[in-house]
């Protein structure tokens, strides 16, 4: 069974560019959530979506956003990218909402210039 | 302000040692969940303890969750060069609405 896949795994920008991240589920998940990962602040809950719907966000500004296709691959939108958006950038996959999160892609490592 | 703290932040030992990693709140949780992650990889789920008191084991490693579900802890059983990683404590208020919270994670060296 294939795991929860991210793309790419790495990617640089520069200030003030967007920035658009890829999560395919674990086939039949319908949950994905997504979590930015600093060394200073650990892991923190971004969003999560089921059935194309955010169900739950955590406390990040506007600037990051997601999307969940009909085939539950979803998406995540960072605009006018700051020095401090550098993390690594993971996503999870369960079969319900609200399931503490059970299976982790790799992740994606978005370093800022 | 973390909700759940870890401690300790960095434990390097020798192969063989025994060592317990702490995770503590000042809140209530529905569930606590103990993942280890490797450089380069993403968190990989260990175990999850709903019930207050409750212990598990998995095979070397020890979950315990506290009677009033406000901490837990691991503990390894002769360690191994294998158990090396960041391990991190998860979970989501009892009562709240769900937004999963992590400790900071206990980095773990064990030495050959």
């Known amino acids: 069974k294939a795991g929860v896949t991210q793309t790419p795994r790495y990617l640089i920008k520069t200030r003030g560019q967007q920035v658009t991240l890829s999560c395919s589920p674990i086939s039949g998940h319908r949950s994905v959530s997504w979590y930015q990962q600093t060394p200073g602040q650990g892991l923190q809950f971004l969003f999560e979506y089921f059935s194309e719907t955010q169900r739950n966000k955590g406390n990040f500004p506007g600037r990051f956003s997601g999307r969940q296709f009909s085939n539950s691959r979803s998406e995540m939108n960072v605009s006018t990218l700051e020095l401090g958006d550098s993390a690594l950038y993971l996503c999870a996959s369960s079969s319900m909402p609200r399931d503490q999160p059970q299976h982790f892609g790799d992740g994606t490592r978005l370093s800022i210039l | 302000t973390q909700l759940l703290e870890q401690s300790p932040q960095f434990l390097s030992i020798q192969e063989g040692e025994n060592l317990t990693v702490y995770c503590n709140s000042s809140?209530?949780?529905?569930?606590l969940q103990w993942y280890r992650q490797e450089p380069g990889e993403g968190p990989v789920l260990l175990v999850t303890v709903v019930t207050g008191g409750e212990v598990k084991k998995l095979k070397r490693l020890t979950f315990q969750f506290g009677d009033a579900r406000k901490d837990s802890s691991l503990h390894i059983t002769a360690a191994q060069p294998g158990d090396t990683g960041l391990y991190l404590c998860a979970g989501s208020l009892s009562g709240g609405s769900y937004i999963p919270t992590f400790g900071r994670g206990t980095s773990l060296i064990v030495h050959p």
């Open positions: 809140s209530v949780f529905s569930s």
